[in-house]
C-alpha cells in the first residue's frame, strides 16, 4: 500500500498547487491522487483527456465532470460502460438540456439522480424525473421544482 498518496492528493487539492505538480500528480499511480488531480481547477485539458482512459471509475466520472472540459468529450462518456462514468456528464456545468434528456432515461438510477441538480435541467426533463421509479430521483426532482418555482416568483 501507497503510504504517500493521501499525501500526495493533499497537496494536489489545494488551489495554489502550481499547474505543472497538478500535471504531474494527474499521472500518479494511486487513484486517490489522480481522484483529487482530476477535480482541480488548473488541470489542462490535455490531462483531462488522458483521465478520461483511467481504469479506475471515480476518475473518469471526476474528470468528466470537470468544467474546463470540452462539451464534444460529453458525448463519448455518456455512452461509458460504467454508470459512475456516465453520472460525470449531468455532473458537468458543460452538460446541455439533451445531455441531460439522455442521462435522464439512463438505466441507473445513480445516473438519473444527478440529473435535477444540473444547471441546465429543463422543466420537462424535471417533471419527466419527477415520475421516475427511483424515489431518490422523484424526491430530487420534486424538489428542484419547488426551488425553480419560488426562483420565479421573486
Known amino acids: 500500500k501507497d503510504s504517500y498518496a493521501y499525501t500526495r492528493a493533499n497537496l494536489v487539492e489545494r488551489i495554489e498547487t502550481p499547474a505543472l505538480l497538478v500535471e504531474r500528480l494527474a499521472h500518479d499511480p494511486s487513484d486517490i491522487t489522480r481522484r483529487a488531480a482530476?477535480?482541480?481547477?488548473?488541470l489542462p485539458v490535455e490531462s483531462l483527456l488522458v483521465l478520461l482512459k483511467d481504469p479506475d471509475d471515480v476518475v473518469r466520472e471526476t474528470a468528466t465532470s470537470h468544467p474546463s472540459l470540452p462539451v464534444e468529450h460529453l458525448d463519448?462518456?455518456?455512452?461509458?460502460?460504467?454508470a459512475y462514468t456516465r453520472?460525470?456528464?449531468?455532473?458537468?456545468?458543460?452538460?446541455?438540456?439533451?445531455?441531460?434528456?439522455?442521462?435522464?432515461k439512463d438505466k441507473s438510477e445513480?445516473?438519473?439522480?444527478w440529473v435535477p441538480l444540473a444547471a441546465r435541467v429543463t422543466p420537462q426533463i424535471l417533471a419527466a424525473l419527477a415520475k421516475d421509479k427511483d424515489k431518490?430521483?422523484?424526491g430530487r426532482a420534486a424538489f428542484r421544482q419547488r426551488i425553480d418555482a419560488l426562483r420565479a416568483q421573486s
Open 76 to 82: 463519448r462518456m455518456a455512452k461509458n460502460a460504467a
Open 38 to 42: 482530476a477535480q482541480h481547477p488548473h
Open 87 to 104: 453520472r460525470g456528464v449531468p455532473r458537468s456545468p458543460n452538460a446541455t438540456p439533451k445531455h441531460l434528456a439522455e442521462a435522464a
Open 136 to 138: 431518490q430521483t422523484r
Open 110 to 113: 445513480s445516473v438519473r439522480r
